[in-house]
């Protein structure tokens, strides 16, 4: 493992004992279109989150498995963190590191941003609905910022793998059959993770919001909705919630605080623009077990038993 590994872990036990605020959601969030989730953190250890980088200032990570990848949610997260802080602070310099960023996205031809390694049952080639949704978002802020039309066409173009299946070279799933989820790991074997499906959800509310007339990704839109509302709690029913939909007892995946705060931030997100006293019953839950010592031990205990009955490629 690298040292960046044990820093990881370190990092992690530290917020099961003290809490954690990283993910906090923005209030404000539609002053100045800013992304709603906040990553102020990330740039203050850039040298952890995004680094090493190539002579272009694009992220890119090393994997002990895999070596060398350009990761884009790495590189998303890099140019939206960076969004915000020009938006509120007007520094020039993030300015020209979202924009750069953006023409990395804007690059790809095929509107696919594909993970060129094999990770876990999933073969090279594959796609993931966060990647998707998350350069949606940059794309979107790219029109924000320019009035350049050509990014909203990539950002309907990036927007197609999620209205095919699994089987077509999509990120379509569903739930008992009916509820329809988009995946983060597109594998046969659906994992359901929770806020992956939600980055692909932002970006989908926000092309929305900025192009009225695409009547096939407002239907999407709607369906998705309708899963959340309906299907929320399976992903915690109680205090604490899951990174995904556990298929048995054995693989109940309790959230790391730091991910447990971020779909909080995700369902309050959800929250702002479609009330419902269940969503909110959810978020007050969840929050209750953020804020409690004895829940975060619960979680950590339930994360270490996971840990060790299921490997992790890394």
Not at 107 to 117: A, D, L, V, W
Not at 154 to 164: G, I, L, Y
Not at 208 to 228: A, G, P, Q
Not at 244 to 255: E, R, T, Y
Request: proline share 4%.
């Amino acid at each position: 493992m690298n040292i960046n590994h044990y820093k990881k872990i370190y990092r992690d036990i530290t917020k099961y004992i003290l809490g954690t605020n990283e993910f906090s959601f923005i209030e404000n969030y539609q002053e100045k279109f800013l992304y709603p989730i906040n990553l102020d953190f990330t740039l203050e250890e850039k040298e952890f989150y995004y680094c090493p980088m190539d002579e272009n200032g694009i992220p890119y990570k090393i994997y002990s498995s895999v070596g060398k990848q350009y990761n884009p949610t790495r590189i998303a997260a890099y140019a939206l963190s960076h969004y915000n802080d020009y938006m509120q602070k007007n520094n020039e310099d993030s300015k020209e590191i979202f924009l750069k960023c953006l023409d990395w996205f804007f690059s790809n031809k095929e509107g696919r941003y594909e993970y060129n390694f094999d990770w876990n049952d999933l073969k090279a080639p594959w796609i993931s609905c966060m990647a998707q949704g998350e350069a949606i978002s940059v794309l979107i802020r790219g029109y924000y910022l320019t009035k350049d039309e050509k990014y909203l066409q990539k950002a309907q173009q990036v927007s197609a793998p999620f209205h095919h299946e699994i089987n077509n070279n999509g990120v379509l799933s569903k739930i008992d059959n009916h509820f329809l989820f988009l995946e983060e790991y597109p594998s046969i074997k659906q994992q359901y993770v929770l806020n992956g499906f939600f980055y692909s959800f932002i970006g989908l509310s926000e092309y929305n919001f900025m192009v009225k007339d695409d009547e096939k990704n407002k239907k999407l839109y709607s369906e998705l909705i309708n899963t959340v509302e309906n299907k929320i709690s399976s992903w915690g029913p109680k205090y604490w919630s899951y990174y995904k939909i556990p298929q048995n007892i054995n693989k109940v995946n309790c959230c790391t605080p730091s991910y447990h705060n971020l779909q909080i931030t995700q369902l309050k997100y959800f929250y702002s623009k479609y009330p419902n006293p269940n969503i909110n019953k959810t978020i007050i839950n969840w929050e209750k077990g953020l804020n409690s010592f004895f829940i975060r031990m619960q979680s950590c205990f339930c994360k270490l038993v996971y840990r060790i009955r299921n490997k992790t490629q890394r």
